[in-house]
């Protein structure tokens, strides 16, 4: 299981953790409540080393008894345009480099096209198009997912949907 923005880190982070259940996990430390990844496992045969390791993403190597070892890349990309910029050049650097069976999930606090979101703010069309080229750049491909479309949603105001 991969958890972004957990709002806690340290003592709190583990024993929370700890309570969950999972004695197998990385982290990747939250700052205060912002950022932050846990990666959480209950397999004791699931090997999970840790590759590469930045403070909006975990880049592992997940290796299982008597399968083939494969890559995982957890992303908690900032809301920040100027350092998520910053970790779609460090993550465009790893696909480049991919030789094995690899997925990257996460929150990417992007998106790549009108209707991956509703309401709010309008979308900014050329953000869309950068985000999806970047997508393209890394060889990426869209895992369809079954569910709820929308996983975010901000704050309610009374009388508004």
């Given at each position: 299981?991969?958890?972004?923005?957990?709002?806690?880190?340290?003592?709190?982070?583990?024993?929370?953790?700890?309570?969950?259940?999972?004695?197998?996990?990385?982290?990747?430390?939250?700052?205060?409540?912002?950022?932050?990844?846990?990666?959480?496992?209950?397999?004791?045969?699931?090997?999970?080393t840790v590759i590469k390791e930045d403070?909006?993403?975990?880049?592992?190597?997940?290796?299982?008894?008597?399968?083939?070892?494969?890559?995982?890349?957890?992303?908690?990309?900032s809301p920040q345009e100027n350092e998520?910029?910053?970790?779609?050049?460090?993550?465009?650097?790893?696909?480049?480099?991919?030789?094995?069976?690899?997925?990257?999930?996460?929150?990417?606090?992007?998106?790549?096209?009108?209707?991956?979101?509703?309401?709010?703010?309008?979308?900014?069309?050329?953000?869309?198009?950068?985000?999806?080229?970047?997508?393209?750049?890394?060889?990426?491909?869209?895992?369809?997912?079954?569910?709820?479309?929308?996983?975010?949603?901000?704050?309610?105001?009374?009388?508004?949907?």
């Amino acid at each position: 299981m991969a958890l972004q923005e957990p709002r806690c880190s340290g003592m709190i982070a583990r024993r929370t953790i700890k309570s969950l259940g999972f004695k197998n996990y990385l982290l990747s430390e939250a700052r205060g409540f912002s950022g932050g990844i846990w990666l959480l496992w209950f397999k004791a045969d699931l090997q999970v080393t840790v590759i590469k390791e930045d403070f909006h993403f975990l880049h592992v190597r997940v290796q299982e008894r008597d399968m083939y070892p494969w890559l995982l890349t957890v992303v908690y990309a900032s809301p920040q345009e100027n350092e998520r910029r910053d970790t779609w050049i460090k993550l465009h650097d790893i696909a480049s480099s991919i030789q094995e069976s690899w997925l990257m999930m996460g929150d990417f606090n992007e998106i790549a096209s009108t209707d991956e979101k509703k309401g709010g703010a309008s979308v900014d069309i050329k953000r869309c198009s950068n985000f999806s080229d970047w997508i393209n750049d890394c060889n990426l491909l869209k895992v369809h997912t079954i569910g709820t479309k929308f996983t975010w949603r901000g704050p309610k105001c009374i009388g508004h949907d």
